[in-house]
Every structure is written in structure tokens, then in C-alpha cells.
């Protein structure tokens, strides 16, 4: 059978490949480290659990409206407005199945051929595609590890054309961890109301904070701004709800029903029990999310110190997220037993294939030279798994 034209313009997940050359590797018996996958370790915040049993023993098994219940709605509603001040009402939100989901719907509804849509690199791996599944075209602003991995406003002025019909913005960013502040979006404020764009903010890790590090979105810096913003979040991250596949949009009336057209002939609504358990995690996951970051912050301290002893590497530390993005242009050019390590491709595949360790290679978010590692595992795995990595390196010449 032959394939649509526009799956031929889109490739499989970097980071879901990474994860399947794994499961291979330890099919055959071989011990694996995955530093790949963006999944917290810990188990779903108990109040968020619980919800879902009750609701399966509460019979909440059935349909629900296809952009989700109003009672999720609302949940959503008060934390946009507690955490991001910002107020919508529940018209202007949709609940999707997963923040991807939710992404991909955005680019259905909004872009098509002859649509540019602007996204900063280094970048998820997911925006690009889905945009050219939408038949627009990703154009991409390179950002520099010396600004922070931040678009500069003389780079989105370059970018802007009359073709272009939006812009994603990821902060904290998957992968470098970096933050958009308030000053940044203030400078960008002017470009992005002279141009008929729609703007989505993926907020998906906003309360992966570190130190002094504070999320803001760019929909509360004015009305006008906000009128052309779309927020995406979920709580797959924040809760350590990966599986239940819950994400949420809020924006323009018209941009939410479009989606919600799209979504009742896509997939209906997200899964009754999800909803609930979100819904509850909304309302009463504070202190489950406060415990896990703070265990984050000590495992990326911990991973920085150790690659920052390793030749060849050196690392920031990130103010948000959970992955680390090293520098690793000073292995570039160095050999093996099976060959020279040309980019970071290579790299990743030496690593998990002689070293035993999964790593996710720059290219896949636009940035050669550099890895991703997520530090969302225990402390003592992710000590054995940097020492698999030193010592693999070590054996590079």
C-alpha cells in the first residue's frame, strides 16, 4: 500500500527510537542506563491515584464531553489563575489526551501549506513534525549555549515574514532547561504584535524550578498578548502522570472549539478516570510536586558536578526541567573499535551500544554537539550510569 505524502515528510520519535534500540540491547541480556526517556521516576502523586480508583469504583467509566468534564475545567481554570494569573473561562479550555495531543491539535486546526511557523532551537523533537503534518513549514532560529539557549529579538525579527502564522515557545525548555523571563517576552512583545501570529507557550515543565528560577507566561504580560496566545500544560510531568494522558489548552474561544471539533472526530474525550485523577492532582498535588523537585535539584547537581570531570564534556546547570544538554564537540572526531565519532549520532549510538547507557543525540532537537540526558531517575542510577559514561569515553582516542 503506498503511504500519504505527508508521512513520508516526518520520522519516528528520536527519543521513542533511542528507547526501542534499548529494549533490544536488554532483550539480548544486557544491562542498560537510560538517561533517554522524559518520565519522572517517582509514582503518581497518591491524591491523584487515589481519584482514579474512586472513580472506577464510582462508576465514572463513561463518555465525557469531548473537550473534557466541566469539574476539570474549573480545576484547570483556578490553577491558570493561581499559578500564572491569568482568567479564562471554561469556553476558552480544552483537555486532550496528553500535552502532545494537545500540541498536534493546535497545528491541525491553525496552520496549512504556505504557513511558516517559528520555532527556537534547540527544540522537542515533536514541534517540527507535527507542524509539517499540518502542511505549514518549521522555520528555526538557532540559539547559542553563550545567550542561554535563548531566541534574542534580532533573531526573531529575522525570522518573521509575511508567511509567518505562528510561533512555539517552550519554557522551562525541553532540552536545555532554560527559562524565558518576563524582561525576555517584554523585548519580544512589539515583533509579535506587529504580525498576525498566534503564539503557543508549552508550559509542560513550569514547575521544574531550580535555585532562584521563576516561571512566568508570556499570556499574562498583557491582554493583547494573551488574545493571541494559546498555553499548553498537562499533568504528565508535574504529577508523574506520563500514562494517563492528560494534557490542556486555554486560548481564543474560536481556536478551542476548532480543536474541539477536531478532537470529536479524532479520539472523543480523554479518558474518563484521567480526568478525574487530574482534576483531583489540580486541586491538592502541591506538596507531592515540591518533594519530587527538590529531589530533583540534588540528583542535577550531583550530574553536573560528575560531567563536568569528564575530558571532553562540559555542562551547565539548568534552571529548569529535568535534562541536562553537555557539550560534547570535544569528542567529536575521536575514534573507536567500530569507527570515528563524526556528530553526535555516533556518540549516542557508541554510548548505549558499547557503554551501555541511552542518551538522546543533539540532532534530534537541532543542535549538534550536544546530548540530552534526563536526570529523572534515582541518585545512585544515575551515578552508575555517569561512570558507564566516563569510562566508555575513556576508552575514545
Known amino acids: 500500500m503506498k503511504l500519504s505524502r505527508r508521512m513520508q515528510q516526518i520520522k519516528t520519535s528520536a527519543t521513542m527510537e533511542m528507547a526501542a534500540r534499548e529494549k533490544t540491547l536488554k532483550a539480548q541480556g544486557i544491562d542498560i542506563i537510560s538517561f533517554g526517556l522524559g518520565e519522572p521516576d517517582f509514582p503518581t502523586a497518591p491524591v491523584a491515584a487515589e481519584a482514579g480508583i474512586a472513580a472506577i469504583r464510582d462508576g465514572e467509566t463513561r463518555y465525557t464531553p469531548p473537550a473534557g468534564t466541566d469539574r476539570l475545567k474549573e480545576a484547570i481554570i483556578q490553577k491558570l489563575k493561581k499559578d500564572n494569573h491569568l482568567e479564562y473561562e471554561k469556553k476558552e479550555i480544552i483537555v486532550s489526551c496528553g500535552a502532545k495531543h494537545t500540541l498536534y491539535n493546535v497545528s491541525q486546526v491553525l496552520f496549512e501549506e504556505g504557513d511558516e511557523v517559528i520555532i527556537p532551537a534547540p527544540y522537542w523533537v515533536t514541534y517540527p513534525d507535527q507542524v ?51 524582561k525576555d517576552y517584554e523585548a519580544f512583545s512589539d515583533l509579535l504584535l506587529s504580525t498576525d501570529l498566534t503564539i503557543i507557550s508549552d508550559e509542560i515543565y513550569e514547575k521544574f524550578l531550580y535555585g532562584d528560577a521563576a516561571h512566568f507566561s508570556i499570556a499574562a504580560l498583557d491582554p493583547a ?26 486560548g481564543p474561544v474560536e481556536v ?20 478525574k485523577a487530574s482534576e483531583v492532582a489540580l486541586a491538592k498535588g502541591e506538596h507531592f510536586i515540591t518533594e519530587m ?20 564534556v562540559s555542562c551547565s546547570s539548568p ?43 543533539g540532532e534530534a532537537f537541532g543542535a549538534p554537539g550536544y546530548l540530552r540526558l534526563s536526570f529523572a531517575s534515582s541518585k545512585s542510577v544515575l ?15
Do not use: C
Open 132 to 182: 509539517r503534518l499540518s502542511g505549514a513549514t518549521p522555520v528555526f532560529v538557532e540559539t547559542t549555549e553563550t545567550d542561554g539557549f535563548l531566541m534574542t529579538p534580532a533573531q526573531l525579527k529575522t525570522a518573521i515574514t509575511p508567511r509567518t502564522k505562528g510561533i512555539i515557545l517552550n519554557s522551562p525548555s525541553n532540552p536545555t532547561g532554560a527559562i524565558y523571563k518576563k
Open 383 to 397: 551515578s552508575a550510569g555517569l561512570e558507564k559514561i566516563k569510562i566508555a569515553i575513556s576508552r575514545l582516542s
Open 319 to 361: 534552571p529548569g526541567s529535568f535534562y541536562l544538554f553537555p557539550n560534547v564537540k570535544g569528542l567529536i572526531g575521536k575514534q573507536h573499535s567500530r569507527g570515528i565519532i563524526q556528530n553526535t549520532s555516533d556518540l549516542a549510538s557508541f554510548l548505549l551500544e558499547e557503554g551501555g547507557v541511552t542518551t538522546i543525540p
Open 225 to 250: 498578548i494573551k488574545k493571541k496566545t494559546i498555553v499548553v500544560n498537562g499533568v504528565s510531568k508535574a504529577y508523574s502522570m506520563t500514562g494517563w494522558r492528560i494534557g490542556y489548552a486555554a
Open 293 to 312: 523537585v527538590s529531589a530533583f535539584a540534588e540528583r542535577r547537581d550531583m550530574m553536573v558536578e560528575q560531567l563536568k570531570q569528564i575530558e571532553g
Open 256 to 275: 478551542v472549539q476548532a480543536m474541539t471539533t477536531l478532537q470529536s472526530q479524532s479520539t472523543s474525550n480523554p479518558t474518563s478516570i484521567s480526568q
